[in-house]
């Protein structure tokens, strides 16, 4: 199969083709018009020698005096003089022109162009003398050679004009398209080994720098892509490492030996607990995942998701004998994201209240400009100013979380602020010390 040509050849021989027709046109157009502007020349000076011969033509006893009558042998100077069809006059001239003559006094005023002799006639009468035609010739050898020479240099120049017109655009074509070649090629290089690269076109004024920007923010694109299937895929097999190595030893102690069904039943619910862990860390990161791919967002009532978090998040802490309150809003509140990515962002909040407080959790919402701030209070030992951020980070606990041996593996913080921030909110904590007071900011529907 033959290999389809590049741009910058099919543009030049779309200029090429396009130009050389051009010049072929114009250069039959000119040639034509000038032939005819010629052919008008030559009929004008036929016209006016056959009149000024006729006008000095004088006849006395049926002979024709002309003493004025020059006779050089050329056919400029030579006309025929007829009376009824008889020859008064001749010239010297061959047998052709005088049969043409004589044909052409036949029909006066008319132009008759005589073939092999490079000649035209033209007959008029005389008129004072009935029945006497003058019949002047005039040779076309002049006008012939100019038509050739105009020909022939009208077409070495359209020649010329064609090749300097194909060596400029070859020039152009190639000048214009290098740096969209070397842009195909940097960011084909870029995108297998550095895709932090970029062309840094400024503000797009062209073409050129308009596809410099538009690669730009393909990379960007691809690079974001990229950086978030390799977080998703370290924070899966970072999160997924401790409740899979708890549900694996948890599953080994119990077949190691034959136990009750009391021990049997304990290590099946720690092998549950650990697989909703999972399961939960699975769908809040893929949700993170969805909303920083840019999916569409919906919308949710604020007192809904706060009474569904209450009554699931009620049972964790029941042994310990947490209230969790919820404070209805005064005013309809509607969140801009779906009711199951609100729950994901807050529960995990929830629970960590749940499993340091000392008895309540209070859980609350309120309009904040553009967002909805959604607080969780506790009171529980507080979060300190050195752990503001740190919480947050995967595999980090607080303090408190560490000298009370909570179960936790340090991610729910870390994952609710992460969706957080994909679906356009965040969360923040007050460092105190009459405890935990955390804020989800989510935008408003």
């Known amino acids: 199969m033959k290999r389809p040509r590049g741009v910058r050849t099919r ?38 020698r056959a009149q ?22 050329g056919l400029e100077s030579q006309a025929w003089v007829f009376r009824s069809g008889r020859a008064l006059e001749t010239p010297r001239a061959s047998a052709a022109l005088d049969r043409a003559a004589q044909n052409a006094a036949a029909a006066p005023g008319a132009t008759l162009n005589v073939r092999g002799e490079h000649a035209r006639l033209y ?3 005389a008129g004072d003398f009935t029945g006497v035609v003058v019949v002047a010739g005039l040779w076309l050898g002049p006008y012939e050679r100019t038509q050739r ?36 090629f940097d960011a084909e290089v870029w995108s297998e080994r550095d895709l932090d690269r970029r062309f840094h076109g400024g503000e797009p004024y062209d ?37 899979l190595a708890k549900v694996r030893a948890e599953a080994e102690l119990a077949l190691r030996r034959e136990r009750g069904p009391e021990e049997y039943r ?48 009620c049972d964790g802490p029941g042994e310990r004998h947490v209230r969790l309150e919820r404070e209805a809003p005064t005013a309809r509140l509607v969140l801009g994201v779906d009711a199951d990515v609100a ?17 309540a959790v209070c859980v609350s919402a309120e309009r904040a400009g553009s967002g909805v701030d959604i607080h969780i209070d506790d009171d529980g030992p507080g979060v300190r100013e050195d752990e503001r951020e740190r919480i947050f980070e995967p595999g980090a606990r607080g303090r408190a979380a560490a000298e009370g041996a909570y179960a936790g593996a340090g991610l729910g913080l870390a994952l609710a602020r992460r969706l957080a921030r994909a679906a356009g909110g965040d969360i923040t904590v007050r460092p105190a010390a009459d405890g935990g007071h955390f804020t989800a900011r989510l935008p408003a529907g």
């Open 11 to 48: 543009l030049l021989w779309v200029v090429i083709v396009s130009v050389a027709i051009a010049l072929a046109l114009m250069t039959a157009g000119f040639n034509v018009l000038l032939a005819r502007s010629l052919n008008r020349d030559a009929d004008a000076v036929l016209r006016t």
């Open 52 to 73: 000024t011969e006729a006008a000095s033509v004088d006849i006395v006893n049926d002979k024709l005096v002309s003493p004025d009558q020059p006779d050089s042998g």
């Open 123 to 125: 007959a008029t009468r």
């Open 149 to 184: 020479i105009a020909l022939v240099g009208s077409l070495v120049f359209a020649g010329v004009l064609l090749v300097v017109v194909a060596l400029v655009a070859r020039w152009m074509l190639r000048a214009a398209l290098r740096p969209v070649a070397q842009m195909t």
């Open 207 to 243: 073409e050129l720098s308009q596809l410099a920007a538009t690669l730009d923010g393909l990379l960007d694109r691809l690079s974001a892509s990229l950086r978030r299937e390799q977080r998703f895929s370290a924070e899966v097999s970072h999160e997924l490492r401790t409740p």
């Open 266 to 313: 304990q290590a099946l619910e720690t092998i549950v607990r650990n697989a909703a862990q999972m399961t939960a860390t699975i769908e809040t990161l893929v949700a993170a995942a969805q909303h920083e791919s840019g999916l569409p967002r919906g919308h949710c009532d604020v007192s809904a998701v706060l009474e569904d978090l209450a009554e699931a998040s």
């Open 343 to 359: 729950a994901r962002i807050l529960q995990p909040v929830v629970e960590n209240g749940c499993r340091l407080a000392a008895s």
